[in-house]
């Protein structure tokens, strides 16, 4: 990953990133044989969605006193085994491919905030990880209701 320069950049980085993330959950939705897995699927997309769009609205002021993650960076995500994308998968395995996927944008972002020497560009990809760490957050509370409790 090469390092960022401008904000403008790290825009187009945020949009593209989340474009893929929207169009790889459509078409898990399209090829999901059983409608939780669909809905699941769908929801996903839509918040991807969501986020394209408020990225590529972002005020650089607000971003920049934006107050970083408060939720702990711990996260179930990290000992799930990865699960291929299949046609067929049941909810669970939907809700841990899900989890994986948001913890790799959160990474991600983090990572590319530690690639770059401007303090402006590392408060707006922080910002951008903490938007995908509340995302993963919100697959693990479904994960610890749905997964854990009901296996």
Same mark, same amino acid.
């Given at each position: ?79 799930? &085994? @990865? /699960? ?8 669970? =395995? +939907? ?5 994986? #996927? %948001? ?25 951008? &990880? @903490? /938007? ?8 693990? =509370? +479904? ?5 854990? #409790? %009901?296996?």
């Amino acid at each position: 990953m090469e390092k960022f320069v401008t904000l403008e950049e790290v825009i187009k980085f945020a949009i593209e990133r989340e474009d893929t993330a929207y169009r790889l959950y459509k078409q898990a939705a399209e090829l999901s044989t059983e409608i939780s897995s669909k809905k699941m699927f769908d929801e996903l997309a839509a918040e991807e969605a969501t986020h394209k769009d408020v990225f590529s609205k972002i005020d650089q002021d607000k971003a920049e006193n934006h107050r970083l993650c408060t939720l702990p960076e711990s996260s179930i995500a990290r000992y799930l &085994a @990865d /699960v291929p994308f299949r046609p067929d998968m049941t909810y669970n =395995e +939907i809700i841990g491919y899900a989890l994986k #996927t %948001e913890e790799n944008a959160y990474q991600l972002y983090k990572a590319a905030a530690g690639m770059t020497d401007d303090e402006k560009l590392q408060k707006v990809l922080m910002t951008f &990880a @903490d /938007v995908e760490l509340g995302h993963r957050r919100r697959l693990e =509370e +479904i994960y610890e209701e749905r997964v854990l #409790t %009901e296996g």
